[in-house]
């Protein structure tokens, strides 16, 4: 027996080491399988979110399209635009996922559902989005058969595909759990002097199950945690996206019109500057420019509600400084943010330009064969003194004559507003001579291409067009030569100030031309 002892004792050693190390081995294939379908669930859920993405902006542009087909309104265009810009880099990381996750069928099917979106675009969609089209009818029919068949791929394939593979990796996960808790009970009921280190190791194995579970809700919870936050964030981009969206510019056969914007910054896209035009009867064009002061969610709301109250007030009152007035009297009731602006008229049948300023930089003209002009300016910023009142500007132009509207990052990038605005007149020399149809473009370029954007900059031009009657060409469309060059010469000058002055004068009421 005593003899025997020390035979038990390493039998009794080598089973527990077996069972140890068996149960040891049991519980890291445990953690090994636990993660790995935890994983794999993780890429398929993700693959099943961009699939679902896919295929909402495709509904999201046929949506759109649609409305935009039954009312020609633009405002239809914006989901459609947004989608269409979105859904081809959604499918290529679809289908980048689908290859890794070795799912060959919804890799076809997701390319084929691709390339059926393309051709749905190039022959329906944009057909249709062009031009009033006879035959929209029979366009639409053809496009509901391409979205039929797009939608089977995406539903017959690629959604199917996906289920399929994570009704496997389940089937896998359960399988493999199974085989294991089967090798722990043959130990478990093959070795009883190994009970005690069984139990002990089964315990610890439940506990390292126990944490990976921990580990697994804790997982969801931060990705329910970064869903949250991802849907907060494009609410609120939808939102900046929706305020800070530039109306069409109006086509006129008597006025051409220009604009830029540029932020400061990537990180500072969503800014309070805004510029507008809107076309009014016989022949007149309602036009302003603002700025917001500041950046972020509250100038973009405040920025559309300055835009919307001006509109406003300028189908009400045709004079400039009333409409200014109507602004600030609302942006006063709404306590927003100081926003400098100017609004006025262009009438293309006694080519004036009548505007009012509230503290903004003041307006530039341009005349055939004359240098760039400042004009007057002056009037307190909008929603800073509650009984502020604004003055009414005429100025007399001619055929060829431009109007060039600015914010002040266009001439602060330096802190010198008086050099910004010797390089604002230089760069409007050389817009007046340059061949573009894009003056607007043609200035922001001769002032930035060598500086650093230091604010949002955004510039509005409004000319008149050189018309047949006065012997020249006014095609600014088609023209090679210059700008000023095809323009006639006037007599009658505008309301100009002598030169730039200090900035404080935007603030302050205007002192008579020099």
Not at 148 to 173: K, N, P, S
Not at 207 to 222: F, V
Not at 358 to 378: K, S
Not at 432 to 444: G, L, M, Q, T, Y
Request: aromatic content about 8%; hydrophobic content about 45%; some cysteine.
């Amino acid at each position: 027996m005593i003899a025997s002892y020390p035979r038990l004792l390493a039998a009794t050693i080598l089973a527990f080491i077996v069972i140890a190390g068996a149960l040891i081995a049991s519980g890291v294939a445990t953690r090994s399988y636990v993660g790995r379908a935890f994983k794999s669930e993780q890429e398929l859920r993700m693959l099943r979110i961009l699939a679902d993405q896919a295929f909402k902006y495709q509904l999201d542009e046929e949506t759109g399209l649609r409305g935009y087909t039954a009312t020609r309104d633009p405002l239809f265009l914006q989901p459609y635009d947004m989608a269409k810009e979105k859904i081809v880099p959604v499918f290529d990381e679809l289908i980048r996922g689908l290859k890794k996750a070795d799912l060959p069928a919804a890799v076809a099917g997701a390319n084929e559902a691709k390339a059926i979106n393309a051709i749905w675009h190039q022959n329906v969609a944009e057909p249709l989005r062009l031009s009033d089209h006879r035959n929209a009818n029979a366009l639409e029919r053809r496009g509901k058969a391409f979205v039929d068949r797009f939608r089977w791929r995406m539903r017959d394939f690629v959604y199917r595909d996906i289920d399929d593979a994570a009704l496997a990796v389940d089937r896998e996960a359960q399988v493999a759990m199974d085989r294991i808790n089967a090798l722990v009970a043959l130990i478990t009921f093959s070795t009883f002097l190994g009970a005690i280190a069984f139990l002990r190791q089964q315990n610890l194995a439940a506990e390292r199950l126990a944490a990976e579970r921990n580990s697994s809700q804790e997982q969801l919870r931060l990705t329910a945690e970064i869903r949250s936050a991802y849907e907060a964030e494009k609410r609120i981009a939808d939102l900046l996206q929706d305020a800070i969206a530039q109306r069409p510019l109006p086509t006129l056969p008597a006025l051409r019109f220009s604009a830029t914007y540029v932020p400061a910054t990537e990180e500072a896209r969503v800014g309070g500057d805004w510029y507008d035009a809107l076309e009014l009867p016989d022949q007149r064009v309602l036009f302003a420019i603002g700025d917001v002061a500041g950046h972020g969610i509250e100038s973009a709301v405040t920025m559309s509600r300055a835009r919307q109250a001006l509109t406003t007030a300028a189908l009400l009152d045709a004079d400039p400084a009333h409409v200014l007035k109507r602004v600030n009297e609302e942006l006063i009731r709404q306590e927003a943010p100081m926003v400098t602006a100017v609004a006025g008229y262009a009438d293309s049948n006694t080519y004036e330009f009548i505007f009012a300023t509230a503290g903004h930089p003041p307006p530039i003209l341009l005349e055939p064969n004359r240098p760039p002009q400042l004009l007057e300016c002056g009037g307190m910023p909008l929603g800073v003194h509650a009984d502020a009142s604004y003055k009414t500007r005429r100025v007399q132009a001619m055929p060829g004559a431009m109007l060039i509207l600015y914010t002040d990052g266009v001439v602060e990038h330096s802190h010198n507003v008086l050099e910004g605005e010797r390089l604002l007149l230089e760069a409007v020399r050389r817009a007046a001579d340059s061949p573009s149809i894009d003056p607007a473009r043609v200035i922001h370029e001769a002032i930035f291409s060598t500086r650093a954007v230091g604010d949002d900059a955004a510039i509005l031009t409004i000319g008149f067009r050189v018309r047949p009657s006065v012997g020249v060409t006014s095609s600014g469309e088609d023209q090679q030569n210059s700008f000023v060059a095809q323009l006639t010469r006037s007599t009658k000058g505008p309301i100009i100030l002598p030169s730039a002055r200090a900035r404080l004068r935007w603030f302050l009421p205007a002192r008579p031309a020099a």
